[in-house]
């Protein structure tokens, strides 16, 4: 039993060596880059009035870092669904998902959350008090 507490030891590290060896994809610039072509590029849908909440896309980054497959995986309404995935494909090749040196091809998703300027002051006034 105490030969292979070295040897399970050993196994284990190697594994963590080559986990740490995965980078994941990132939009170019990095998330505040992101941040703000999601502010200078989201239009709040026409012809609605009200909504509050949170559309998250997936989508596949190509090893060459084209966005493709995107979908929504948890939605709003279907003006704020297509607006979230209008923006997504408007953004440039993103860096891709590197493992051992070389891009591949990963899956990622993210949160795109729309809310109203009254929600920002109630959410500000209950920070205040």
């Not at 050993?10 to 994941?24: D, E, F, G, R, Y």
């Not at 990095?30 to 949170?54: M, Q, R, T, Y």
Request: net charge positive; glycine share 6%; with cysteine.
């Amino acid at each position: 039993m105490k030969k292979l507490l070295p040897i399970l030891t050993i196994l284990i590290c190697s594994i963590n060596a080559n986990a740490q060896k995965l980078t994941p994809p990132h939009f170019r610039g990095g998330d505040n880059a992101f941040h703000n072509f999601l502010s200078k590029n989201l239009k709040w849908p026409k012809d609605v009035s009200s909504g509050e909440g949170i559309v998250t896309i997936s989508f596949f980054v190509e090893n060459d870092g084209r966005l493709t497959d995107l979908k929504v995986v948890k939605g709003m309404t279907e003006p704020f669904n297509k607006e979230a995935l209008r923006v997504i494909a408007l953004s440039e090749r993103w860096v891709p998902a590197m493992r051992d040196g070389h891009f591949i091809k990963s899956k990622y998703s993210v949160p795109i959350q729309f809310f109203t300027m009254q929600a920002v002051q109630v959410l500000d006034s209950t920070k205040a008090n």
